[in-house]
């Protein structure tokens, strides 16, 4: 009801309320939306995933034999030499899975025309080989020309630079052998005692899976006295 000299003020305040229930309502939204917009993605490294190798843990054993010492596995001993015109020495395992592995060490006179299937490069180095690459496939899968003699199947092959002879007549033999840049199948060493000899190492092994591996740790261990 309007009465003279007093002013109708009523209307302002309701105004005023709003205005401070709107802005109280506008920085609450604020604050919500920024919560609910807010990253909540929270970043963790993955513990790093470690693997322990273990190293070759095979037992070996030294052998001097003549002008030369290397190491083979401790289970293998010394076999018949095959009945060649060369100085060769002999050595095979005795377990059931090393008995089917075999190692013929030629000295001095060595046997040029020996076939093979793989080859293992070595490099001489004074008294001792250096291995200079892997072991080659069975080297009927890179070797392309015909046997030069129909009765040996021996064809001419090469791998990583070293000419070898490739057994292609038994090619499912695992007969490796070391070769170098040179005369085939005829690497120089010279010990500090014994002098200058060709050598020539081969290697056999007739599981399933040869194990190059123990060739390679032999080649290693090898020098002249």
């Not at 690459?133 to 630079?161: E, I, L, M, Q």
């Not at 500090?192 to 000899?197: A, L, N, R």
Request: proline share 6%; hydrophobic share 40%; glycine share 8%.
């Amino acid at each position: 009801m309007y009465r003279l000299g007093h002013r109708k003020t009523h209307h302002y305040v309701i105004g005023g309320g709003l205005l401070i229930i709107v802005a109280s309502l506008a920085v609450t939204g604020a604050i919500l939306s920024g919560k609910i917009f807010q990253a909540h993605t929270v970043l963790r490294q993955s513990p790093p995933i470690t693997h322990t190798v273990l190293g070759d843990t095979t037992q070996t054993q030294q052998v001097s034999k003549g002008p030369f010492i290397f190491d083979i596995p401790a289970d293998w001993h010394e076999v018949e030499a095959p009945r060649v015109p060369y100085a060769v020495y002999s050595w095979a395992g005795t377990t059931k899975l090393s008995a089917a592995q075999r190692l013929d060490i030629y000295i001095d006179n060595v046997p040029l025309d020996m076939a093979v299937n793989r080859l293992q490069p070595v490099q001489a180095n004074g008294d001792h080989l250096d291995i200079v690459g892997p072991t080659s496939d069975n080297c009927t899968s890179f070797t392309t020309r015909v046997p030069t003699s129909v009765n040996t199947g021996y064809a001419p092959s090469k791998w990583n630079g070293v000419n070898f002879l490739c057994d292609m007549a038994n090619y499912e033999r695992d007969v490796v052998a070391t070769g170098s840049a040179g005369p085939i199948n005829a690497t120089t060493l010279v010990g500090s005692t014994s002098g200058s000899h060709h050598v020539l190492l081969v290697y056999t092994d007739h599981n399933l899976s040869p194990d190059f591996i123990t060739f390679v740790s032999i080649i290693k261990s090898f020098h002249l006295i």
